[in-house]
């Protein structure tokens, strides 16, 4: 085998290895995102749609709601900054991220007193900005796991790029965090219907079962999941002699 084909072999074992990955986990963003909409009555994960709807309802006259939901917004907001703490210089990224996702979920999941509605909403929300940090892109594609508008608008700016003749690398790979979201999202529609509340316990689950498999994946594959530091990547770049 010359050595240009095991390139391309690694290239392709990898990227099929991400491509899963983020399938999964978009699945159980997709699963949780429908299922904390049902219990909740507001988007745990849907930032854009909260922000619309917290400016309706100040015009409303309903502070108290707007307040729930821009308080939902900086726990995402959060959410986000934790997972790149969590992850940062760890050998075992999604395994990290994926464990503190689940428990969160537990704890959203234990609240089930009505009077604190709005800690299971805000748990959940903080476990969907946290999961963002699992996996940020392929093989230097960027890959958003609940910024399901961000994927399709790549997608959509793929296919119009392939159309002129200039197609972006591997653009097609944007659709599969939607694919992801939106077979999780059926799913967790039907379980809620089915078991209310206690659905949670199963999207708890399937976190922890994620968070057990990505122990297993090499830590080395695992770091490749993450965008390389500014300063590492300066380190890296060749200089111009005589600078």
């Known amino acids: 085998m010359t050595r240009e084909r095991r390139r391309r072999v690694i290239w392709r074992r990898r990227t099929g290895l991400g491509i899963v990955l983020v399938a999964a986990i978009s699945f159980l963003a997709g699963m949780t995102d429908a ?3 049902l219990i909740a009555g507001s988007f745990v994960s849907f930032m854009s749609g909260n922000t619309t709807r917290a400016a309706v309802a100040l015009a409303d ?3 108290g709601y707007a307040g729930i939901l821009l308080g939902a917004l900086w726990m995402f907001v959060a959410g986000n900054a934790l997972g790149i703490i969590i992850a940062h210089n760890a050998a075992r990224r999604a395994f990290r991220v994926l464990s503190g996702v689940t428990v ?3 704890l959203a999941a234990i609240i089930t007193d009505p009077d604190f509605a709005t800690l299971q909403f805000y748990a959940i929300v903080l476990a969907m900005g946290l999961v963002n940090a699992a996996v940020e892109h392929i093989e230097g594609l960027p890959i958003g796991l609940t910024y399901v508008t961000g994927a399709l608008s790549r997608f959509g700016k793929g296919i119009g790029s392939w159309m002129v003749g200039a197609p972006r690398r591997d ?3 944007q ?3 939607w694919l992801g979201m939106v077979s999780g999202g059926i799913c967790g529609a039907f379980l809620e219907r089915a078991l209310g509340a206690n659905v949670l316990w199963l999207v708890c689950a399937l976190s922890a079962a ?3 498999l990505t122990f297993f994946i090499p830590p080395r594959l695992q770091r490749r999941l993450a ?3 500014p300063l590492q990547a300066a380190k890296m770049r060749p200089t111009k002699p005589g600078l």
């Open 35 to 37: 299922a904390g909409l």
């Open 61 to 63: 006259g309903q502070p």
């Open 104 to 106: 969160l979920l537990s």
């Open 171 to 173: 653009w097609s790979l």
């Open 175 to 177: 659709i599969v965090p």
């Open 210 to 212: 994620l968070a057990i």
């Open 227 to 229: 965008p390389r530091a």
